[in-house]
């Protein structure tokens, strides 16, 4: 990590990525403006950074361990009825499976598609980001004041033009494939810094006919691949350099805060939006982009 950045520093920006990783403003952009409305280096962070996703991370896998639990849980009973299935052709009795309404309420469970689901929003972004890397890590093209400050003004353009998308007439539109697959094209967007990956996954949602609260609960189940897949990324770069000056108090509270405020922002977006719009992020944004275009 650069030797510029002491330890109030460091937890500084491992709580804002903490916070603004899952609330829909950029925790990309933002970690751009506050290192340059502060003049702290963007430079030599690598582990930093690839310990605070790994608090990310962690945050939403213990948040969602109930969802994690019931599709073990699905997937353990599809396969002991696929393998009652194997033996015994129908019911002498009824002509219908054994199990009777269990087979379809564990065929047509949601968790039994979710993992399939993720995974093909997943695969759009796992194409484009090798690509698009040596351009999006680049000072001069990319990583600005100017691109983040356009890309949030474009970001709140999209939460108005989603919230003027017609509410679902049923409670809840099933998601298909074909969802999945436009949610996933809608993250790369999000490669951009300034662009919230949460926020373009849920406006993908949103187009789609999710309910707001179904799909940003959605975009979070997406971050867990997309996290991941980020701190893979950045350990094979970490290993590639030839030694690191990280500072072990740094990394430790920088993960906790991390961790700690994830936690935080997780709970409060999926309570705000079961009532509230993505309106006020648009305006915090528009305000924001604006304010980080004019920014020298």
Known sequence: MDSNLNLLQSLALAALQGVTEFLPVSSSGHLVLLRKIFGWSDDGGLVFDTVLHGGSL????IYFWREWLAIFRVYLSWSKIENRKSKIA??????KWPLGDKVADVENSYYLRLPWLVLLATVPVVFAAPVLKPILESDEIIRNTSITGMSMIMTALLFLLAETHPRPAAPDTK???WHALFIGLMQIVALLPGASRSGWTTSGGIFTGQRREEAV??????AVPAIAGAIVFQTKDILAMQ???ADPAALIGGFAVSFITSLAAIHFCLKFFRVHSLRPFAVYLVIAGLLAIFMK
């Open 58 to 61: 962690l945050a939403i896998l």
């Open 90 to 95: 129908t019911s002498p009795q009824s002509g």
């Open 175 to 177: 998601m298909t494939l």
């Open 217 to 222: 609960r959605f975009a979070f189940y997406m």
């Open 243 to 245: 030694g690191s000056a």
